[in-house]
């Protein structure tokens, strides 16, 4: 997988991490510009973390609901802890491929 794909797919997760966050049709804080090129390191870090607001932000709504919180609904709760849920087998499958891609750059010949 190039750069190019892998930013894109890393892109698509921290939109996918936004909309875990019940923000839809909103910009990820840390999206780069396409003239302003991130290192790798630096989307991945911004991927991770916003997979990780994600499911804090669900295991918040999971104790305010069973804490009794009147402004907390079922549906809202659910469908928080499915969006986490998405978001981070997105990036535990980006973790694979990556984990596949270092195997094979490591077992080539010289």
């Known amino acids: 997988m190039n750069n190019v794909n892998m930013n894109k797919a890393l892109l ?3 939109r996918m991490a936004a909309q875990a966050q019940m923000q839809p049709n909103t ?12 290192s790798f390191t ?10 990780n607001e994600a499911q804090q932000h ?13 402004n907390v609904d079922l549906p809202q709760v659910m469908m928080a802890s499915q969006k986490a849920g998405v978001a981070f087998k997105g990036m535990l499958e980006v973790r694979n491929q990556l984990l596949q891609a270092y195997k094979d750059v490591m077992s080539m010949s010289v």
Do not use: C, R, Y
């Open 58 to 70: 669900s295991g918040k709504l999971k104790k305010s609901f069973e804490m009794g919180d009147p």
């Open 42 to 51: 630096e989307l991945l870090q911004t991927a991770v973390n916003n997979v």
């Open 12 to 14: 698509e997760m921290q």
């Open 27 to 38: 910009a990820v804080k840390h999206v780069p510009d396409e003239g302003s090129p991130k």
